[in-house]
């Protein structure tokens, strides 16, 4: 009897350690969840770690989606690039001809910079619905959100490289020629990609909130693509006319830093100066914007 009065006692002992630990865990958990913040810059750091760290789910998002929107397609997502140069040949005929302008030089100009424009204004369009559109995963699932702005990039950058290849081929039959000034390309796509990625962040965070803003977005776009030069050269334009409203376009230095080097030329000082200036500043705006509201964010949806 005593025996099992011991072995009682010591199975008690046991689970009253067992129950103290559990206990003990949960009050540090509430501890910590009262000690970190829910908003602020290190948060947002923290997200954007995060889903730097778990990059392989971004990418295989990404690819996912551009797959699954060409699913047994015979194709495939080589679609994208027909589409894009039917659109690009049709436009260097049209406004060729009314601006009377070689077609030589024209049609690889509009091809750079249509394709540039498409990389831009459709992930600037997705990013308006990063988190609105994945609500579903944010809502039941924790990862970074930041994983999702890097998923909608991504798409869009597989997108860019299937286009991209529409440049080679015209330029073969046009008979020009690229030289060792378009490895300018890779540096100058990179910091649009992390200009894009800041941008894409506030409108994401903005959209969330505010669901009509992703159509005032369109718009917004639809104008700065006939603001931009993409269908026009600037040497074309009146000497009369000002250049201020293209060096103070942000979206025409970032066109610059990928057309430019296909036509053998490195971008501008200007061209750099400005992405650059703006990819700093962008990136600290958009960290303390994003950790001030989000924890809002699964709210909002």
Known sequence: MKNKGVRLDKNKVKMGAVMSLKLSDKSADFITSLIVPKSGFDVALRDIKEAIMEYRLALIFGWQDVAQRYRRSRVGAFWLTLNMAVFIG???LIFGTIFQIDKKIFLPYL????????FISTSLSEGCTSFSGSDGIILQVRLPLFTHIMRALWRNIIIFAHNIIIFPVLIFVVGGSINFNVLWMIPGFLILSLNLAWIMLILAVICARF?????????????????????????????HVSRTFINWNPFYHFIELVRAPLFGVSPTMLNWSVSIFLALIGWIIATIFFGRYRWRVAYWL
């Open 211 to 239: 669901r009509d803003m992703t159509q005032v977005m369109t718009n917004i776009l639809q104008v700065l693509f006939y603001a931009t030069p993409i269908m026009w050269m600037v040497k074309v334009l009146p000497d």
């Open 90 to 92: 049709a436009l260097g």
């Open 111 to 118: 091809c750079a910079g249509v394709i540039t424009w498409g």
